[in-house]
Every structure is written in C-alpha cells, then in structure tokens.
Nanobody, 121 residues
C-alpha cells in the first residue's frame, strides 16, 4: 500500500511563509512526477506546481516567483516553500505523485489527504 502524508499547513498572516512537505511510504519501485494542487471552498482543484524526476518545474501563474517546489528522491519527499502568501492562497493543499509500485505495474497517481493553509490577518 502506498501512502502520501502531508505536513506543514496552518494559519499565517499575509506576507508570511509556510513550507509544506509530503512523504511517500509503502511498496514503491519508482516515482515519476510529483506535484502540489489546491482546492479553495467552492472552487475546483487546481495545479499549483509540479516537478519531474529530472527536476524540471512548472508553476501556476498565480504563484510564480512566490512558491518553490523541490523534491528529495532518496527520501521520497516533495516540498513546497510558499513565500509572500496572500489571502487568495487559502485552500486545502494536496500532494500528488506518479508511482510505480513494482516493475510489472504502470505508474499510477496517488494523492495525499490534504493540509489546510489559511492566510488571514
């Protein structure tokens, strides 16, 4: 069984910073793309940032220059450093990984349980 566990959410004032982390555990042969998504109340889930196994990154326009995604392949983790947070960043943040559990299986998408980020004064 593969599990993704997120940490690092919370309440922060506008202009502040938070760092989210997500760790994968279980039977894992290899991990391909990793990413962070978010869902605000009443809105659809949207992409925040992704990072390939080779380290190439992609960001939503709304977070470019403020958020940084990184990964540690040995630790099977993906992180999201969020700076200069604004109220519009308030959402539940989900990590996602494309994981192959054995050499015989194709990669599948796995999701974390979500962590709440609230930006408010």
């Amino acid at each position: 069984q593969v599990q993704l566990v997120e940490s690092g959410g919370g309440l922060v004032q506008p202009g502040g910073s938070l760092r989210l982390s997500c760790a994968a555990s279980g039977t894992i042969f290899s991990i391909y793309d990793m990413g962070w998504y978010r869902q605000a109340p009443g809105k659809q889930r949207e992409l925040v940032a992704t990072i390939t196994s080779g380290g190439n990154t992609n960001y939503a326009e709304s977070v470019k220059g403020r958020f940084t995604i990184s990964r540690d392949n040995a630790k099977k983790t993906v992180n999201l450093q969020m700076n200069r947070l604004i109220p519009e960043d308030t959402a539940v943040y989900y990590c996602q990984m494309q994981i192959r559990v054995t050499v015989l299986n194709g990669p599948q998408r796995y999701w974390g349980q979500g962590t709440q980020v609230t930006v408010s004064s």
